[in-house]
């Protein structure tokens, strides 16, 4: 499958993305323009980058990134340790930073930077409760708002990545 249009709609099916989209990339820092994010354009954001990384299709399917792939070790000297183990927190400053100005503002637009804080939290197997807490030590809205904002926030983030593994679990 390396290279194929088959492997390519894999990919796009384990990630949850557009099955029909056309391959093409939008460059970090440029709107996300589809009618259904009408009035509230997403920003593309780089969350994380490796230039230079070759990455084999073994290793797509050990992360768990081609659809109907069985993950499965690899040793590879060069293969990304996995971040499901739970051992480190994502940069809450990270969040912040990347996060978009919340509307006619030109400061960051805080709860998205707790939302993404949290779907990546819980996506790396944090639990919803020790989410819950590392945003509050975080957050100064999170602390501003009090456990109702907090749980919310969980709430949504958990309900995103619940979406995302049923959708995989349906795969053929």
């Known amino acids: 499958m390396d290279g194929s249009a088959g492997l390519a709609r894999s990919l796009r099916q384990a990630s949850g993305a557009d099955l029909s989209a ?28 490796t230039p230079g990384r070759t990455v084999t299709e073994a290793e797509l399917a050990t992360l768990g990134l081609i659809a109907g792939a ?41 709860s998205r930077a707790d939302f993404t804080f949290c779907l990546l939290a819980m996506d790396w197997g944090w639990s919803e409760a020790a989410t819950s807490q590392q945003l509050l030590e975080n957050s100064s809205k999170a602390r501003e708002n009090g456990a109702a904002y907090v749980r919310r926030t969980v709430e949504r983030a958990a309900a995103v990545i619940s979406r995302r593994s049923s959708s995989k679990s349906k795969l053929p």
Not at 70 to 91: F, L
Request: aromatic share 8%; charged share 25%.
């Open 22 to 49: 056309s391959g093409a990339t939008r460059v970090a820092g440029s709107l996300n323009f589809k009618r259904k994010y009408a009035a509230d354009f997403p920003v593309v954001r780089l969350l994380e980058a």
């Open 70 to 110: 069985e993950a499965w070790t690899v040793s590879h000297p060069n293969r990304m340790p996995s971040v499901r183990r739970a051992t480190i927190w994502p940069s809450y400053g990270r969040c912040l930073q990347n996060a978009p100005c919340a509307r006619d503002s030109d400061r960051a637009d805080v």
